[in-house]
């Protein structure tokens, strides 16, 4: 399932230096949150990864596969109603088959996410 316009929606980008800024709206109607603690939504975190990997695609222009997650770590939880926007900050760095990401998502000082490792071209 594709989650961009469903899950979440990119409300803003801004590229430089070989960093990108994504600013996320998260999308409080979608069915993930009807099944993931109703009535006290939580986002999960394997939809930020996907989500993750999804804004990396638009960077590179080519579809990815996650082939190695060397850290992932989930510090506090996001909710389309406490959190319904966040900014998802991506480094990017071109390897032989793809790209090595490391990825913070934040709403001002509070950190959800923080992500290191590799996503490679889809063949």
């Known amino acids: 399932m594709q989650l961009e316009n469903n899950y979440y929606r990119i409300v803003g ?3 430089t230096d070989g960093q990108a800024l994504f600013r996320i709206a998260f999308l409080p109607d979608c069915d993930v949150y009807r099944g993931h603690f109703p ?3 939580v986002c999960p975190g394997a939809c930020h990864i996907e989500m993750l990997k999804e ?3 638009t ?3 080519k579809p990815l596969f996650i082939r190695t997650i060397k850290q992932c770590r989930f510090t506090a939880i996001a909710s389309p109603l406490v959190c319904p926007q966040a900014d998802l900050t991506v480094v990017c760095i071109p ?15 509070k950190v959800y996410m ?10």
């Open 13 to 15: 980008k801004r590229i």
């Open 39 to 41: 009535g006290n939504a």
């Open 55 to 57: 804004c990396v695609e």
């Open 59 to 61: 960077l590179v222009g």
């Open 95 to 109: 390897v032989s088959d793809g790209v090595a990401v490391e990825a913070r998502l934040t709403d001002g000082e």
């Open 114 to 123: 923080d992500y290191r490792g590799k996503m490679a071209f889809d063949v």
